[in-house]
Nanobody, 118 residues
Framework: QVQLVESGGGLVQPGGSLRLSCAAS????????MGWYRQAPGKERELVAT???????NYVDSVKGRFTISRDNAKNTVYLQMNSLEPEDTAVYYC????????????WGKGTLVTVSS
């Protein structure tokens, strides 16, 4: 069973920065996608950014230019560098690892809380 462990959340002032990390216990298939999602209080979970094992990244419009997703395949780790944070970025951030065909399996971390407040 693959386990994902997120770290790096915390309290930061508006305009500040945080870097989230997510380490996977194992990656059984080298071709995969890792991503970050977030869920704010009273809202549905939403996609923030994804990155393929080949390095192709995608972002939700609200974080483009502020957040950067990256990964280290040798360490089975994905990162999310968050700059120019806004109160609207406050949420629990979750990491996801997705294996496409033929496995069609996904794993989620337990989340890390990011609070942007003065």
């Amino acid at each position: 069973q693959v386990q994902l462990v997120e770290s790096g959340g915390g309290l930061v002032q508006p305009g500040g920065s945080l870097r989230l990390s997510c380490a996977a216990s194992e990656v059984t298939f080298s071709i995969n996608t890792m991503g970050w999602y977030r869920q704010a209080p009273g809202k549905e979970r939403e996609l923030v950014a994804t990155i393929t094992s080949g390095g192709t990244a995608n972002y939700v419009d609200s974080v483009k230019g502020r957040f950067t997703i990256s990964r280290d395949n040798a360490k089975n780790t994905v990162y999310l560098q968050m700059n120019s944070l806004e109160p609207e970025d406050t949420a629990v951030y979750y990491c996801k690892l997705h294996f496409g065909p033929p496995y069609n399996t996904e794993y989620w971390g337990k989340g890390t809380l990011v609070t942007v407040s003065s």
